[in-house]
C-alpha cells in the first residue's frame, strides 16, 4: 500500500503562487499515475490535474488550466503541482492520490488518498 503525505499549503494573496508536495513511500511510485484534487467546505471533492506513471502526459482541469502544473520526479518519489495566478475560488484542501483504473478525473478511479494540505487564497 502506497501512502502520501501532502505539502506546501498555506495562505496566499489573489495573484499569489504556491507549490505543493505529495512525497510516496515505496519503491513502486514510478508505475503509478498520480492525481491531485481538491474539496472546498460545502463541496464535493474535484479533479485537478492527472500526471502519467513517467511524465509523458499530464491533464488538467478547465479551471486551472494555464495557471497550475503538475510534475514528478520519480528518484525522489514526489509529484508537485505549482499554482500560479491563485483565486479566492482555489481555496480548498489538497489531496494527492494514486489512480487505480478508470477515468483521470474521476476521483472514484483513486485511491492511497493522502491527509490533504490546505490552501486559502484571500481576496
Known amino acids: 500500500q502506497v501512502q502520501l503525505v501532502e505539502s506546501g499549503g498555506g495562505l496566499v494573496q489573489t495573484g499569489g503562487s504556491l507549490r505543493l508536495s505529495c512525497a510516496a513511500s515505496g519503491r513502486t511510485f514510478s508505475r503509478y499515475v498520480m492525481g491531485w484534487f481538491r474539496q472546498a467546505p460545502g463541496k464535493e471533492r474535484e479533479f485537478v490535474a492527472a500526471?502519467?506513471?513517467?511524465?509523458?502526459?499530464?491533464y488538467y482541469a478547465d479551471s486551472v488550466k494555464g495557471r497550475f502544473t503538475i510534475s514528478r520526479d520519480n528518484a525522489k518519489n514526489t509529484v508537485y503541482l505549482q499554482m500560479n495566478s491563485l483565486r479566492p475560488e482555489d481555496t480548498a484542501v489538497y489531496y494527492c492520490?494514486?489512480?487505480?483504473?478508470?477515468?483521470?478525473?474521476?476521483?472514484?478511479?483513486?485511491?492511497?488518498w493522502g491527509q490533504g494540505t490546505q490552501v486559502t487564497v484571500s481576496s
Open positions: 492520490a494514486v489512480h487505480r483504473g478508470g477515468s483521470y478525473y474521476d476521483s472514484v478511479a483513486y485511491d492511497s
Open positions: 500526471i502519467t506513471s513517467y511524465g509523458g502526459n499530464t
